[in-house]
């Protein structure tokens, strides 16, 4: 369909070795575009961009720390010098950090804002510049229903550090759309990861718990952010801009007392 029609369009994708960012990539692709790839897993990284390109299309594959100023400037270097453009970022990779706010350090709490927000903010920065220059371009931040809701269970610097994700949106969607850059976000519930799987297998009642929550009745699939991720990547998504998208089966939407009817 030319609305999702992404070819010759370039794509950066942090955290595209697996899980979001490597699902969000192989959409990319599979509607056309090419893509520079970064994550820290060299294998897995390698093995999205091999996939890619049994498809026909572009991929270049950096390992970069996304939390890193100086990495993220070699990336859009490397960018620079192998595509020459960028349409469309989305801003995937970042871990948190759990603990008690009671205990939690200063330094970790400075640690999961590097990861989390200071990373985003200067992909979304590097990015920004190249796309104002051309008047185009599109940029996602995942999130988390964490920024708009209180979780609990320890993630107070998580929490605090994708609330400032969302807000960072809406300040650059409102800086940069009237310039032709549209800035949205993202916002996941659970989301099945390896660390997700951890904390499952080290507390099986934690799964029981968020199901409890989600009225579609399972937790989330890597896969279910690709529809997303090509609609905003595309010219279909064109007047939608600082918008915060939850992703979460309905868990946004139902009272804490709903009553649920899961097939």
Known sequence: MPLFDLSDRVAVVSGAASGMGRASALALAQQGADLLLADLNQDGLQKTADEIAKMGRRASALVCNVSDPAAIGRLFSQ??????????????AGEGFLAKPEEISLQQVQEVFQNLVFGRFCMCQEAGRRMLKVGKGSIVNIGSLASITAMGRGHIAYSMAMGAVVQMTRELSTEWSGHGVRVNSILPA??????????IAADPH???QWLSGIPSG???RPTDIQGLIVLLASDASSWITGANIPMDGGNLAANAGASMRHR
């Open 206 to 208: 934690i799964q029981e």
């Open 79 to 92: 960018l620079d010098r192998e595509y020459g453009r960028i349409d469309f970022l989305a801003n995937i």
């Open 190 to 199: 659970q989301v099945m990861n390896p660390s997700l799987e951890k904390r």
């Open 218 to 220: 399972r937790l989330g």
